[in-house]
Nanobody
Framework: QVQLVESGGGLVQAGGSLRLSCAAS????????RGWFRRAPGKERQFVAA????????YYADSVKGRFTISRDNAKNTVYLQMNSLKPEDTAVYYC????????????????WGQGTQVTVSS
């Protein structure tokens, strides 16, 4: 059974940092694009970041550029999201995703999704 499991969420003050992890099991995602999305209360799911299979190309939503960094460790089948300078508007459930192409992942059409981890940023 293929699973993506997020961890690392929590409560942090504005200006603080968190590092999310998404560990995959059940298959190898080495050749897959990996990404992060988030859904804030009452809002649509929003693309946050994506990374290609080798880690050589990364993509970010304008709202997180310069503050968030996506990375991956293919040996561990894991993708990370380092979140710095957090703001209250970053509060959301964060989901990881995986699929074959950048377009599929960044548009929210990925076949593989995690269950999400809550990030709450207090002001």
């Amino acid at each position: 059974q293929v699973q993506l499991v997020e961890s690392g969420g929590g409560l942090v003050q504005a200006g603080g940092s968190l590092r999310l992890s998404c560990a995959a099991s059940g298959r190898t995602f080495t050749n897959y694009v990996r990404g992060w999305f988030r859904r804030a209360p009452g809002k649509e799911r929003q693309f946050v970041a994506a990374i290609n299979w080798s880690g050589s190309s990364t993509y970010y939503a304008d709202s997180v550029k310069g503050r968030f960094t996506i990375s991956r460790d293919n040996a561990k089948n894991t993708v990370y999201l380092q979140m710095n300078s957090l703001k209250p508007e970053d509060t959301a459930v964060y989901y990881c995703a995986a699929d074959r192409t950048i377009a599929t992942v960044t548009t929210g059409g990925a076949n593989y999704w995690g269950q999400g981890t809550q990030v709450t940023v207090s002001s």
